[in-house]
Every structure is written in C-alpha cells, then in structure tokens.
C-alpha cells in the first residue's frame, strides 16, 4: 500500500507564509492522485479545505491555495493567522484506495 | 447544508463487532457520489477506512478490508459501519463523512474487557 509523506512539523510566523506538502512512496504525485487537504484542531471534526489538488470550498479562506509542486501535493499558506495553528492532513487517491499523511502540526509563532 | 452524525456503543469487547450509524440530515443521502469513514486513534493521524457509493458499490481500505462491511439505509437517510473481531487497536474517533466534504464530529469508541 503506498505511503503518504507529510512533513511532521512546521512553524510559520504571524503573517508569514509558509508550504505543506504531500509526498507518494509510489512516485510524482498528479493530478489523478485528487489530493484534498484538511485542517483539523482537537475535539473538532475535519475541515476539508482543497479537493483534486487546488480546488477550494466555499468556505476556505483565501489565504490557502494548493498545487502541486516538484512531485508532491502542496498546501500555501499566505498571511498566517493564530488561528491557522492545527494538524494539516493531505489525502491522496491512490491506485483505488484513499490513503492518509501522516499530518504535518502548524505552529504559529 | 448537509450535517452528519455518528451514533453507536462507546465500548465493545475484545473480538466482538463494532457497529457505527452515520444519520444524514440536511439533505438527500441519494444525492452525491459517496459516502466514507475514517477513524484515528488517540496521538496519531487519520486512517481512511471505506467508502460506498450511492449506487451501493463498496470500495475498502486493504489494510481493513476482511473486517468491514459498509452499507446504506436510504429510507432512513443513514449509512452503516461494521467492523468485526476489533481488538484495542481498533480505539479511535471515528468519523463518517460526505465525500470528504461534510463531516460528523466523530465518535470514540474504546475497545477493552
């Protein structure tokens, strides 16, 4: 089963910008992988954010957007805001299954 | 909007079948393409574990996948997770949602004796 790869932990600066990504053991991660991320803070369910790799919801903020980039799936933050700290799960569709990253912890410091 | 929620026992024993409803309101449980689960166990990350289509096709998490069995109550705007002979690693929230869109706030159920 493929392995998704998140980066375990990142911090960004109030205001700052900064990029998550989703890496696939199998290879350069495309558009058929249909990467949706999704912002989770504890006791809260889920947030879905972006879906086949750089679509919003209508509720996302602005400052979020997704791509890909150099082989993986990309989250950028742009204009942090204190109350962007959570756990960032990405989530790819691969070979027919779902498959999970294991969540990168946003810090806003 | 569509709102979403899980309902079902907090403790199952060792090797017995957990059972897990997912009540839709706000909209039509035939509309959409799919709706799924997943869970996450206490410090760790989300772990997808099925999905059924609104046709009534399943699609299962490999890792899961002799264990679980998913199903639709179309009548009663609900679809169903089972997950069969659990042992403690099976102890998480688990989560039901509208295809990765909408999503309960999710339900703990602890496997213990």
């Known amino acids: 089963q493929t392995v998704v790869t998140q980066e375990p932990s990142l911090t960004v600066s109030p205001g700052g910008t900064v990029t998550l990504t989703c890496a696939a053991s199998?290879?350069?991660?495309?558009?058929?992988?249909?990467t949706n991320w999704f912002q989770h803070k504890p006791g809260q369910a889920p947030r879905a954010l972006i879906y086949?790799?750089?679509n919003k919801h209508s509720w996302t903020p602005a400052r979020f957007s997704g791509s890909l980039l150099g082989g993986k799936g990309a989250l950028t933050l742009s204009g942090a805001q204190p109350e962007d700290e959570a756990d960032y799960y990405c989530?790819?569709?691969?070979?027919?299954?779902?498959?999970f990253g294991g969540g990168t912890k946003l810090t806003v410091l | 909007q569509v709102q979403l929620q899980e309902s079902g026992p907090g403790l199952v024993k060792p090797s017995q079948t957990l059972s897990l409803t997912c009540i839709v309101s706000?909209?039509?449980?035939?509309?959409?393409?799919?709706w799924t689960w997943a869970r996450q166990p206490a410090g760790k990350g989300l772990e997808w574990i099925g999905l059924?289509?609104?046709?009534?096709?399943?699609n299962y998490n490999p890792s899961l996948k002799s264990r679980i069995t998913i199903s639709v109550d179309t009548s009663n705007h609900q679809f169903s997770l089972k997950l069969s002979s659990v042992t403690a690693a099976d102890t998480a929230v688990y989560y039901c949602?509208?295809?990765?869109?909408?999503w309960g706030q999710g339900t703990l159920v602890t496997v213990s004796s």
């Open positions: 949602a509208r295809e990765w869109t909408n």
């Open positions: 989530l790819l569709y691969c070979g027919g299954a779902w498959v």
């Open positions: 086949s790799t750089s």
């Open positions: 059924i289509y609104t046709s009534g096709s399943t």
């Open positions: 706000g909209g039509s449980i035939s509309s959409g393409n799919y």
């Open positions: 199998t290879g350069a991660v495309t558009g058929a992988y249909y």
